[in-house]
């Protein structure tokens, strides 16, 4: 099973730069019928990866996702899984190139450094510590979905702003739906997130038997809960529109680099499980 | 041998007085493939009536006087027809008639190149045709053909994208920024033609509200029972712009009636994200500062011009691939209408019944000893021969050039299903054999 594991972790980001490419080719050039070749492409590449985390759990007896590299992965399919929804939902792919340039960012991180560990600390298995993670990766994936519409949001505004009327013009969707959609995605992001912090705490209070503001990457992800829970405050209660949105939804997918690269490379804390 | 042949005139054979003449409703088109059903020196004819042309597919026999038979049938019914010059006209022949529909289907030889009402009336067209007529199996093939090349058009290149008129291309915008105009509001200033018109295009897309504000009343009254909009008077314009999605400005006036002051009074109260702003006065209604606002469009004429002129070189840019798709699909028609002929249709229902024969006595060779072979050979060889003998008798009477012998040459290659690829299994077989 182990070639089989290292075979497609070698394939999957091939799979998705090619997605990648097909995607920037459908938005520069061709028309509708590009399209099926890429949504075709695309769940292709959904299921090798899908068979590709089952392989990893069944190797390895627990989650692929207890370290920073495969939960990178993990992300990779989340997003694309997401995006792959929204696209049959909204009946455009304009996105794709954008969110795929992500996946494949991630994608080809995690390929590059991901090590399988068969042992695991006792402490980490469980169902507690399950549901937390899955949480939080999947409220990362709406977060990262929502700041790609957010970029889509500001280029279009600012495209027709100026009356400019060149490939983002024609190609992506109305500013209404942009908004819509990055609105959306925050707010389900939001509501994830709020669950993987309540589940972490309680599951760090009752196995770790440690405070979660002890540690760099619960105090990263406090920040980030307050950065999109303001956002959704003042939408609602002060009638903020897409542009402020689109930036606060940037704003806050920083945050989230920031505790997924920085805080977890660099700093320390419980989340280091080593 | 058949001829096919368009006659007809267009926009840019004849001029707009010449063409309204001619445009003929439904039922006029109904009279002519009366009378072309009684022409025999027609074997069919269907015709295509829009503003921009009225033109005659036919399928003359060669006795057929052309264009005399057809300019008769169309004058049995506008006989003004017969003092339309010469020079109006255009005929078309065999590969050149179908380049013209299968263009015409594309939208290729529309005023508005790539718009996309053509082919709906080509398929009107059709079916007025199909009513009248006993269907004639080239016609069905040419016009099916003509669908698809239409079709594929439309979904393989960008002919028909981006707006190219100015009241189109300001929809346009405003779809892009505000999205779905179903439960959006339209507010129209002033009571200008280029305004109404743009209102117009808005209500065809399902625009949700139409408000009305003018100076004068009457005439925005008479403007609202047009459009079925609500008038608010002029002194209620700020409310109604904390309501509208969309406005368009096309007042006759020497101030401006929309100010900077004036938006930043309005738009902390308004709940709509954006706020589209369509000046077509001359001069201008709105205050250029305006569109400085954030979530606030503001475009004027000249924009407007710019953009439609873009899509328009946009779509002759696409003009080369939809050329080459057409291309494709009268490659497509030739083909197929090779096919037809009796020859290659006997060759190869003897090719394909060969092949099957066999494939299936070397499937069962092994059973039967070594020198009963070339009696098993013989033996399927002659009942083969003993049925295809009648059905191969008849096809060798179809000449191709009937609408009955290609009828039959048509339902022998269905029934045989010699226009799809040979199983596979059967073509190593026959090769085995051989």
């Known amino acids: 099973m182990d070639w089989v594991i290292r075979f497609l972790n070698i394939l999957l980001p091939v799979l998705y730069v090619s997605c990648l490419f097909l995607y920037g080719f459908l938005f520069v050039h061709a028309g509708a019928w590009q399209g099926r070749r890429c949504r075709l492409l695309l769940r292709s590449t959904l299921g090798i990866h899908l068979l590709y985390l089952a392989l990893v759990a069944l190797a390895c007896g627990r989650l692929p996702m207890t370290n920073l590299y495969e939960a990178l992965s993990f992300l990779a399919f989340a997003i694309a899984a997401v995006y792959a929804y929204l696209e049959q939902r909204v009946k455009d792919e304009s996105a794709g190139v954008f969110i795929l340039a992500f996946v494949f960012l991630f994608q080809i991180?995690?390929?590059?450094?991901?090590?399988?560990?068969?042992h695991l600390s006792p402490m980490l298995q469980g169902w507690g510590f399950a549901l937390h993670v899955v949480l939080a990766l999947l409220s990362y994936a709406a977060l990262a979905i929502s700041a790609v519409f957010s970029a889509m949001y500001l280029m279009l505004y600012y495209e027709i702003k100026r009356h400019r009327f060149g490939l983002i013009y024609s190609r992506l969707p109305s500013l209404d739906v942009l908004g819509t959609l990055c609105y959306q995605g925050a707010r389900v992001g939001f509501v994830l997130l709020t669950l993987a912090i309540f589940s972490g705490v309680v599951w760090s209070h009752q196995v770790l038997s440690v405070a979660w503001y002890k540690d760099a990457k619960g105090i990263v992800a406090l920040v980030t809960w307050l950065v999109y829970g303001v956002l959704l405050v003042l939408k609602s209660r002060w009638r903020w529109h897409g542009l402020r949105v689109a930036y606060f939804s940037l704003a806050g997918f920083a945050v989230i680099l920031f505790s997924l690269m920085v805080v977890n490379l660099f700093l320390t804390g419980f989340h280091g499980f080593s | 041998?058949?001829?096919?042949?368009?006659?007809?005139?267009?926009?840019?054979?004849?001029?707009?007085?010449?063409?309204?003449?001619?445009?003929?409703?439904?039922?006029?088109?109904?009279?002519?493939?009366?009378?072309a059903e009684q022409t025999p020196a027609l074997d069919s004819a269907a015709v295509l009536s829009t503003c921009n042309r009225t033109e005659m597919v036919a399928i003359v026999s060669s006795r057929g006087g052309v264009p005399q038979d057809l300019l008769a049938l169309l004058s049995a019914v506008r006989p003004e027809v017969e003092r339309i010059p010469a020079s109006s006209w255009y005929l078309h022949r065999a590969e050149a008639a179908v380049r013209h529909l299968f263009r015409v289907s594309a939208g290729l030889d529309s005023m508005l190149v790539g718009e996309p009402q053509i082919l709906g009336q080509v398929k009107e067209a059709y079916q007025l045709y199909c009513e009248m007529c006993q269907p004639h199996p080239v016609f069905n093939k040419l016009f099916h053909l003509a669908f698809r090349c239409g079709k594929r058009v439309r979904t393989e290149t960008r002919l028909g994208e981006g707006a190219v008129s100015v009241a189109y291309a300001a929809v346009e915008l405003a779809m892009k920024i505000v999205g779905s105009l179903a439960q959006k509001t339209a507010l129209l200033i002033g009571a200008g033609e280029t305004g109404e018109l743009v209102a117009r295009h808005l209500i065809d897309k399902q625009i949700g509200r139409l408000l009305l504000c003018n100076r004068t009343a009457e005439r925005a009254e008479r403007l609202a029972q047009r459009l079925k909009g609500q008038v608010l008077p002029f002194e209620a314009l700020e409310r109604a712009l904390e309501e509208a999605d969309v406005v368009l400005c096309c007042a006759e006036s020497p101030t401006r009636l929309l100010t900077r002051e004036q938006l930043s009074k309005v738009l902390p109260r308004r709940s709509s994200p954006a706020l589209f702003l369509i000046d077509l006065g001359v001069p201008r209604n709105c205050e250029p500062e305006c569109g400085r606002w954030e979530n606030v469009f503001l475009y004027d004429l000249d924009d407007l011009k710019r953009l439609a002129e873009l899509n328009l070189a946009r779509r002759r840019e696409e003009i080369p691939k939809a050329e080459t798709i057409v291309e494709e699909m009268?490659?497509?028609?030739?083909?197929?209408?090779?096919?037809?002929?009796?020859?290659?249709?006997?060759?190869q229902l003897t090719q394909r019944v060969e092949a099957i024969r066999a494939g299936e006595v070397e499937k069962h060779r092994k059973r039967f000893e070594g020198e009963h072979w070339d009696d098993?050979?013989?033996?399927?060889?002659?009942?083969?021969g003993k049925i295809l003998h009648s059905p191969l008798e008849k096809l060798k009477e179809c000449d191709g050039k009937t609408s009955h012998g290609m009828a039959r040459l048509e339902a022998t290659r269905e029934l045989f299903g010699l226009d799809e690829p040979e199983h596979p299994e059967q073509d190593d077989s026959a090769r085995n054999a051989q």
């Open chain 1, 109 to 118: 991180l995690s390929s590059a450094f991901v090590t399988h560990e068969s």
């Open chain 2, 376 to 384: 098993l050979d013989a033996l399927t060889r002659g009942i083969i």
């Open chain 2, 1 to 35: 041998m058949f001829k096919w042949v368009v006659f007809g005139m267009n926009h840019e054979t004849a001029p707009l007085e010449v063409r309204e003449r001619l445009a003929l409703s439904a039922d006029e088109v109904r009279r002519v493939l009366q009378r």
């Open chain 2, 330 to 347: 009268i490659g497509e028609f030739a083909l197929w209408h090779r096919s037809l002929q009796a020859e290659p249709t006997i060759r």
